[in-house]
């Protein structure tokens, strides 16, 4: 294996198994920050060594391993300062249980590990952005900038906001742990939020090369799973799993052979995994049986319910789809949610109707190089006919998207608008 082809290979292995790693190493030193700096270690091992030994057959157990002897040697150095000899026993024990612990993390299953992470970023004594991005930044691998342009703030807002989450997580000596009673409830609504960014981002990656990174949707996927089992009560968590599901079932008909965007009306139906449709709809059922006003996540099952059940774009009821982002604005009021309400209105009354909508958006603060709004008011000029309008406004999203796949897309519909305005 060539020096190219082992980097790529240390990358691909990082992406798998990094968040896992940090996971396991957080639960053993009981501290995020250092379990970040153990994991990057062993990356830098891997990077020196692997060129020349080549990559593993066990490569996350090898990570795992490496990060293992640099735990014990953080532990070794602190204690032996901090020490005086007689106490050196009673370290040698601590080592030895360090290292079993670490051993049995490189055979056994990653387990709940990543599902305490979660709740563990969400303590309620970090600021409410800080655990989104921290999670975000520990579950989903993603970088400052992937996080801050799913939330429309500034790269240096979100390191700073991770900065002073793991600082806090350190002072308060935070345990790693699943909470349980009203602890858990209070920490339940943040911990839904993080595992839908998760998902988010991998169904639609915000940037890079790729238009989806399923490995994010299945972890997203599994946590919400395993949540619904802690609190099978719980409406909100039944619907964040329903709209996951019915979300990723689409997933094999959302990209063409070579990887490019397949857009919804597009798509071929007949390639949607009806397994998980059923899956989803159960769930949405599940959470509305268990009675109350439906939550922000149930409501966009419900929406994600309505393509399922068409089978075939003609018949989705564009305008109950409508009535339930209303009903979502309301109850989560957001310029994102009023401009997918725009897109429905589109369908159901007319492009001229969702324009007027779109329009009214244009002014707002939190839209302000979302490349979402150009692209939908781009695609309502396109179907008024007014074609120059319409290029505009879609080369104007390909310039603001971060993704590639979504930009060439993007630049394609300008063109094929370029050409219709002849």
């Excluded at 360090?98 to 970090?126: K, N, Q, T």
Aim: glycine share 6%; net charge negative; with cysteine.
């Amino acid at each position: 294996m060539t020096a190219p082809d082992v980097q790529r290979a240390i990358e691909a292995v990082w992406r798998i198994e990094s968040t896992k790693l940090v996971a396991s190493l957080a639960r053993i030193v009981r501290d995020v920050g250092v379990a970040e700096e153990l994991a990057q270690d062993a990356l830098v091992a891997a990077l020196e060594q692997w060129p020349e030994s080549g990559v593993p057959d066990k490569p996350g157990a090898w990570l795992m391993s490496a990060a293992k002897h640099r735990a014990i040697d953080r532990v070794r150095r602190k204690e032996l300062l901090a020490r005086k000899h007689e106490e050196l026993g009673r370290q040698l024990d601590a080592e030895r249980a360090l290292a079993s612990d670490l051993e049995a993390a490189v055979d056994d299953e990653v387990g709940d590990d990543l599902l305490r992470l979660v709740f563990v970023a969400c303590h309620p004594a970090v600021s409410a952005e800080g655990r989104v991005a921290l999670t975000l930044r520990l579950l989903g691998g993603l970088t400052t900038e992937e996080i801050a342009r799913a939330f429309l703030v500034p790269e240096a807002t979100v390191a700073q906001r991770i900065v002073r989450a793991k600082r806090t997580l350190a002072e308060k000596q935070v345990p790693f742990e699943v909470p349980r009673g009203a602890e858990l409830a209070e920490r339940l609504s943040s911990v839904l939020e993080v595992i839908y960014l998760v998902f988010n981002e991998g169904y639609a990656a915000t940037a890079g090369d790729d238009w989806m990174r399923p490995a994010l949707c299945d972890e997203a996927l599994r946590l919400g799973r395993i949540l619904v089992g802690l609190v099978p009560s719980e409406p909100e968590a039944h619907g964040l799993v329903a709209l996951m599901e019915l979300h990723a079932s689409r997933s094999a008909a959302r990209a063409g052979p070579s990887g490019e965007p397949i857009l919804l009306l597009d798509q071929n139906r007949g390639r949607w995994d009806h397994l998980l449709i059923q899956r989803g709809l159960a769930a949405l059922a599940r959470a509305e049986a268990l009675g109350g006003a439906r939550g922000p996540y149930a409501l966009q099952a419900a929406i994600s319910a309505c393509h399922a059940r068409a089978r075939n774009p003609e018949e989705t009821d564009w305008a109950r789809i409508a009535a339930l982002y209303g009903s979502l604005g309301q109850l989560s009021p957001s310029p994102i949610v009023e401009l997918n309400r725009a897109v429905a209105v589109a369908m159901a009354s007319g492009p001229a109707a969702g324009l007027e909508l779109v329009d009214a958006l244009t002014s707002e603060p939190l839209l302000d190089g979302y490349h979402l709004l150009p692209s939908v008011r781009g695609d309502l000029l396109a179907k008024l006919g007014r074609f120059d309008e319409a290029r505009v406004e879609l080369e104007r999203a390909a310039s603001l998207t971060r993704n590639a796949r979504e930009r060439t897309l993007l630049l394609a519909r300008a063109a094929a608008c370029a050409r219709g305005a002849r």
